[in-house]
């Protein structure tokens, strides 16, 4: 008897016990997922506004050193203030190069009056073929205002790897040759601390209204 006498003892303890010990557990256990709830919270990052992929983390401080078709020396600073939409390829590209500059045009046009607040810049990854000359006339047969841009070889290779363009030539028959090369567009923002990089043969209707969004930021 005094035996069992022991062992219902005992198991009033560990009942009493017990019955402190789990809403303890409980307690803390609510306070642990609220707590990773909470840090989730504050971790989650809002939607971009934008269509296009914001890469300023890489290339806000991006810059270039190049000439205009008149032998002006340009960087990107001296667009500042404007919304800059700048390319990489050249003039003997077959679809990828006409295509965005086709497209730049329609965008220009129906941004109408704010036309004049974006210049676009496209950036010759051919300079032994495309001369200023060239340039001037290939160009801005797309649309009034469009520059295009070039440099010595060295040039060319900084320019690109600033912001991230590779371009490779390949030889064809008797000494001829096409350039493969990244294809998107980017965005930069009047101030330059924004940077878009639109993807090829995106839509212009999100083209204009990632372009008027940095116009408006710009007053922010």
Not at 23 to 39: H, I
Not at 110 to 116: I, N, Q
Request: glycine share 8%.
């Amino acid at each position: 008897m005094a035996s069992s006498f022991i062992r219902d003892t005992e198991k009033r303890k560990i009942k009493t016990n017990l019955s402190r010990f789990f809403p303890l557990c409980l307690c803390v256990s609510v306070v642990s997922v609220l707590g990773l709830l909470l840090a989730g919270c504050s971790e989650a990052k809002l939607p971009s506004p934008f269509k296009a992929s914001d890469v300023s983390a890489q290339y806000a401080q991006a810059d270039f050193h190049l000439f205009d078709a008149h032998g002006v020396p340009r960087s990107l600073g001296d667009y500042r203030g404007k919304v800059v939409a700048m390319f990489f390829g050249y003039t003997h590209c077959p679809d990828v190069c006409p295509t965005t500059l086709a497209d730049m045009a329609q965008v220009m046009r129906l941004l109408d009056k704010d036309a004049a607040r974006v210049q676009v810049l496209f950036v010759t990854l051919d300079p032994e073929r495309d001369t200023p000359a060239l340039l001037a006339q290939y160009v801005p047969a797309f649309y009034p205002g469009f520059l295009g841009l070039s440099g010595d070889s060295a040039a060319t290779r900084q320019a690109a790897a600033a912001f991230g363009v590779t371009y490779q030539k390949q030889t064809g028959k008797k000494g001829a040759y096409t350039l493969d090369h990244s294809a998107g567009t980017y965005l930069i923002a009047p101030d330059g601390k924004r940077v878009l990089l639109a993807p090829y043969q995106q839509n212009t209707g999100f083209l204009l209204q990632d372009i008027k969004l940095l116009l408006a930021l710009n007053g922010r």
